[in-house]
Nanobody, 124 residues
Framework: QVQLIESGGGLVQAGGSLRLSCATS????????MGWFRQAPGKEREFVAV????????KYADSVKGRFTISRDSAKKTVYLQMNSLKPEDTAVYYC?????????????????WGQGTQVTVSS
């Protein structure tokens, strides 16, 4: 069983920053590629970022590239999403994800494990 618990969401003005955290259970953290998706009201869940199990490779959605940074800390079994220069269109529920297959991040329907989500609201 893999459990993911997100935190760090909140309300921020455009141009501000937030850091999301996703704490995981067990000792299998390094067996999974970890990532983030988000879902805005009335929209489908969309890919945001992913980091490989080794931490050596990352990928970002074009909409967040240059503004968001994903990282992981194996000792703390935690993955982070640093979000800078936030825009109103970043407003969404952000979900932590875990999957053994990197290519599964091409579609949220293929992700094996999800966190409960944390709300990020960016005011204009």
């Amino acid at each position: 069983q893999v459990q993911l618990i997100e935190s760090g969401g909140g309300l921020v003005q455009a141009g501000g920053s937030l850091r999301l955290s996703c704490a995981t259970s067990g000792r299998t953290f390094d067996d999974y590629h970890m990532g983030w998706f988000r879902q805005a009201p009335g929209k489908e869940r969309e890919f945001v970022a992913v980091i490989t199990w080794s931490g050596s490779r990352t990928k970002y959605a074009d909409s967040v590239k240059g503004r968001f940074t994903i990282s992981r800390d194996s000792a703390k079994k935690t993955v982070y999403l640093q979000m800078n220069s936030l825009k109103p269109e970043d407003t969404a529920v952000y979900y932590c994800a875990a999957d053994r297959n990197y290519d599964d991040y091409l579609s949220p329907t293929r992700i094996s494990y999800w966190g409960q989500g944390t709300q990020v609201t960016v005011s204009s």
